[in-house]
């Protein structure tokens, strides 16, 4: 018998089965394409916050999460043997104005209340950078300390190997039995709104690609609108198109040769680097673009876990917490505007 059943095998539905088979319930996830078939296998990894103002509930569930997201990662590579290829590098931004740099200035001193004293928000020299600074015309760069990097196929394979050392079974078809939590992605979030007869969620396309450049001890790199992640092994990801309308969820064309001629001159340190893989997927995006968590709105007594979107991975250590207490406790922590009403 099976306490728990998550439909869905990517880092929200896994997330969810590790909380779960942690707190000894027995889990089964079922998924017809796999680990981390959908979005959550993809290349970029950016674990980066919201800017430190206009504090919600949203940016503090982020923020708790990004902190958890240490002690969260080393557990479940301790416990499932599989490297995640998380750590806590940082992420330099260019400033690009005398306006931004007064707001990137004032987001550092809201920075040490919000943030408690865990992370900084602070305004540097781009020649502190060295070759790997991004351009900026005003010479100086925002650093935080709270944005991360994981590799998200390896985080998947890192979880799922955990939810199995732990009693659990990750399978491609069978029977959902127990507490049953859908975790589907985009495609879920389709067929939902379609069930409803109105739009709740659907899924927007994004295109990455991975560089043969050996930075893994750099931070992170968001400018002109593209995110630069050096990875532990000898890469650098590069993130991502924005497409509502698509004809093929899993191919690349030429606007990603946009996003990589962008961050190429954002970064000259990538220039002439051998791009050796080409990746596109499907975000899962709710009405809202907050996750959506809580009583599924159609099935009565099931659960959804949904909309991660592209602060999916950043958020999984905190989904995992609220929807394990959910559904297992009936105990509901899970901010309002992440409740499935929110998007209905």
Known sequence: MVDVSVMGAGVFGLSVAYACAKQGAR???????GIGAGSSGGLVGALAPHAP???????????DSLIMAETFWVEVETIGGVS?????????????????????????????????????????????????????PTGYLIHDTLSARMNPRSAAAA??????????????????????????????????????????????????????????????????????????????????????????????DTQLDTVLERACAAVPALR???????????????????????AHPTRVGEFIANGGFKIGFGMAPKVGQVMTDLVLAGRNDIPADFQPEASL
Do not use: C
């Open 27 to 33: 889990v089964r996830v079922i998924d017809p394409g």
């Open 53 to 63: 103002e206009q504090w919600n509930e949203k940016k503090a569930f982020q923020f």
């Open 84 to 136: 995640a290829g998380y750590d806590r590098t940082g992420r330099l931004q260019p400033v690009m104005n005398e306006r931004g740099l007064e707001l990137a200035y004032a987001r550092g001193n809201t920075a040490k209340e919000l943030w408690q004293g865990k992370a900084d928000w602070q305004v540097v020299s781009a020649q502190d950078g060295g070759d790997w600074a991004p351009q900026s």
């Open 159 to 252: 979880l799922a190997a955990a939810v199995v050392a732990l009693g659990g079974e990750i399978t491609d078809a069978g029977a959902a039995q127990g507490k049953v939590v859908w975790a589907t992605g985009w495609r879920g979030l389709m067929d939902l709104s379609a069930e409803l007869g109105r739009v709740v969620g659907n899924g927007e396309k994004g295109q990455s690609a991975l560089l043969r450049v050996a930075r893994p001890d750099m931070p992170q790199i968001f400018a002109d609108g593209v995110h630069v992640v050096p990875h532990a092994d000898g890469t650098v990801a590069i993130g991502s198109t924005t497409e509502r309308d698509f004809d093929d969820p899993s191919s690349t």
């Open 272 to 294: 002439g680097a051998e791009v050796i893989e080409r990746w596109a997927g499907v975000r899962p995006r709710t009405k809202s673009r907050a996750p959506m968590l809580g």
